[in-house]
């Protein structure tokens, strides 16, 4: 069978094709990895200036309580995401996941707050899933809409002067502020927020509209087109997670260190402590601790280290003790970078830890992630 | 005259030894090289046996040895700089000299053309 046959395109695709991108099959869609210009320029372009990204794969869902009002689609939204959403201020986002019952994630989310009800974004491999999870637990009180828009990332510390170009009040924006606004008479949202460690925006788009804006932004001489290969180094430099990799429903939030998404209201003695999915053992994680930690990993020297390389506590790899979940060659740190789970005993930072490479155990140390200085305009 | 393998290695040889690299062709396909690792000097291998191995940003991958022989020599300029290898693959960017146990075997590799058309 032809792999390619089933593949769907995003509205972008078109132009993609007219960029000279190389094209690979990504969560179901055929999408750029890379531009004529290759990941090298493309990931240090984003750093520089500003990179544009196709992420309309993703899902883009509206959630709305039956009644109207915002405190019920909040409420119910809080009984699937171990997140505060009722104090969530209109205009704003924050990173969320949902949990299973076991306190595994089964997909992590941008949920915004946007008039009477909730805009959120999940990743495109589990979008169909996260819809019928919504509508399995609080379809009764909420309706649920999977939107066939566009989605693109404006990316770099550029981003802010490529799009005010089109929309002057994006400078006023600060991080995580998500508004609707006209870009050239096309009605989009927009929200100051990304994935690649640097400040700049995405932007929902009309599907039959978002050609027309892509290449408005990429008119601007800051902008280039960036693919899937630069956004994974990117986004592995910032120390974010990539689901599937980093997280999936055998890893929980706080083994993942992703305590800072869970706020106190949550917690216990908050309050709406518990409540989601798995909350007994996230709970008691969060109080206790977990036995395992997702840690940043710098291997020494320059061969990089990738996914599924096992981790050991000595140089001749007899004590295996956990695993690299994503891994490779940092651009901008100009090395080899990689995050893995490993005991809480050897999750400090400076931990000397060894990982198999092609039968070689390669000195690694436990590192603060990001592995880059973020610029996110806070 | 050069010779091609259908795994994108191309080898110059003269008197016995091939000069040994990947392809154009194999270069395009792997993008920006960030990490190359050569044999040792004095190793032998067996055609088809992992002799290298290149990384991308993006993944690794192996280079084979393209006939059975001994390393007489590595480009170590690569180890320093694996972007030599993007700029000027069948040139400047060549990996290691290899002494020929059966010169007579090269025969049976591709020829420019014949490698032109498999990659074609």
Redesign the interface.
Known sequence: MDDTAALKNTPLHALHLLLGARMVPFAGYDMPVQYPAGVLKEHLQTRAAAGLFDVSHMGQVIVKAKSGKYEDVALALESLVPVDILGLAEGRQRYGFFTDENGGILDDLMIAHLDDHLFVVVNAACKEADVAHMQKHIGDRCDITLLDRALVALQGPRAVDVLAELWADVAAMKFMDVRHCRLHDVSCLVSRSGYSGEDGYEISIPADKAEDVAKRLLEHPDAQPIGLGARDSLRLEAGLCLYGNDIDTTTTPVEAALEWAMQKTRRTGGARAGGFPGAERILRELDNGATRRRVGLKPEGKAPVRGHSKLYADAEGRTEIGEVTSGGFGPSVDGPVAIGYVPVSHASVGTQIYAEVRGKYLPVTVSAMPFITPTYKR | MLKFTEEHEWLKIEGGVATVGITNYAVEQL??L??V?LPEVGASFSKNDDAA?V??????SEVYCPLDGEITEVNEAITADPSLVNSDPQGAGWFFKLKLKNPADADGLLDEAAYKELTA
Do not use: M, N, P
């Open positions: 993008g920006d960030v990490f690792e191995t990384e991308s940003v993006k993944a690794a």
